[in-house]
C-alpha cells in the first residue's frame, strides 16, 4: 500500500529493495485510544492514529483529520502525501498525520477542547520533543491548533494556529492560496489561457475549496459551480463567491444559497469547464466519474481525489492534472513560515505569506513541467520522481542507505 506507484517512479529513480522499504514502511504507527468525559453522562471512547512516515529530511508534518471515517490505512496514505510534498517544495520537514475518529459535528465546543486537550495528553513525547508538529486538515481549524498550543505551551509546536494565538496571518487561507496559483500556472503552461475568464468548478466549500474559489474569483475567473456535502450550485454567468462563503459561514453549509440552480456532486465533476478543483474528499475521480470529465485542467485541492485508474483514463483523455503533493502545498508551506517564526520570534505579514506561496508553486510548477516534458511523462509523475528523490538524497546523505 503505497500512495504512489514505485514501480513507474523505479524507472525514473535509483530505488534498492532496502530504500524502497524504508520509503514504504512508516517510522512510527499507533492506535492510541482517546478516552474523553464530554459531560455528566457522556464519556468517548474512541480511536486515534498518529503515523510518522518519513524524517529524513525534518521532523514530520502534517495535518489532524477528524472524522468518524478515518482509519489507519487512510493516516498512513495521508502521512506519505505529506513526505513527498514537503520534499517536492523543498521545505526541510517530513511527513506524518494524525486521525482522530469522531464525527466534529457532533461536538459541542466544550467536547472538541476536551478532545484536544486530551490529543496532547496522549501524544505529549512526539509533541513536546518536536518529533511531529501537526497543523488542521479535515474536521480541524485554527481553534483547535490554539488548544494543543495552550497545552504545549510551545509555540513551534503546532502550526495553522489563530493569528491572534500566536498564529501566521495568512495560514488559514494558505491552501486555497496555492491551489489558485496552481490552477493558474497549469492554465498558462498548457492551456496557454490566462485565468481571467477562464470558468471553475469547485467541489468542496470547506478550508481549502472556498478560498480556492475566493482567490479565482477575485483573479478574474468565473466560478461558475461549487459543492459540499450537502449538494452544490451551478450558474454559467458566475457565482457570488464572497455572498457563498459568508453564507457557509453564518449556516455552516451551502444549504439554502442562492444565485445558482441546484447541483450533485457527481454531475459537478462532469461539468464543461476550463478548471475542475476537487477540494473535498479523496476517491471522487474513480474510473466510474473520471470518463464524463469534461475539464480541461484538473487542481487537485484535495489529498488523493484521483484513484490510479482514472489517473489513466484521464491522462489518455489529455485532460491535465495538476497533483495534490504540488497543488494543495500552499499550507505546509505557510505552515513552515509559521514554525520559523516561532523559532526566531519574527513576525511575517501576510502579503510575505502570499508572496511565498505563489513563488513556491510556481518555481515548482516550472520544474515539474520541466520534468515532465523531457521524460514524457504527467505532472503526477514528473513530480513523485523530483520529490522521491529528495528524500532518497536525504537518506542517503544521512547514512540511512
Ligand atoms: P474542511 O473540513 O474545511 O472542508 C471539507 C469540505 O468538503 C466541506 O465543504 C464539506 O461539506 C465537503 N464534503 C465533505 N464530504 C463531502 C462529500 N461527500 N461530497 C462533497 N463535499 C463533501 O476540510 P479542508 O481542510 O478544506 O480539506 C479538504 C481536503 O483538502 C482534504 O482532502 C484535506 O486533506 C486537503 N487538504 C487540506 C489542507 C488544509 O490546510 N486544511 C491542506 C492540504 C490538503
New binding site residues.
Partial sequence: MASIDFDVIGRHVDLSDTTRRMLTRPEKQVMLNLSVRLGNDEVLITDCYVVLQNSARGPAKG?I?VSNAVTLEETRD?AERMVWKTALVRIPFGGGKSGIRVDPAALSIHGRVAVFKEYVHILQGELLSGEYIP?????S?PSEMAVIYGETHMLESVT?KPPRVGGLPGRHE??GRGVAAAAREGLATRLKQDVAGATVAV???????SHAALFLHEAGARVVAV????GGLHNQAGLDVPALMRHAAETG?LEGADGGDAIS?TDLLALPVDVLAP????NVLTADTAPAVRAKLIVE???GPTTPEADRLLDDGEVVVVP?ILA?AG??IASYIEWRSAKSGSITKKADVYADIERIIADTFTEVEALARDRAVSLRTAAEVLAVTEVVEAMRERGWT
Fill in positions: 495535518g483529520r495521508l497543523e488542521p486538515d479535515m474536521g481549524g495553522g494558505a491552501t467541489q468542496g466549500f470547506g478550508n481549502v475549496g459543492s459540499d456535502v450537502t453549509s456532486n477540494c473535498a474528499l479523496e485541492g484535495a489529498n495534490d494543495n499550507g505546509v
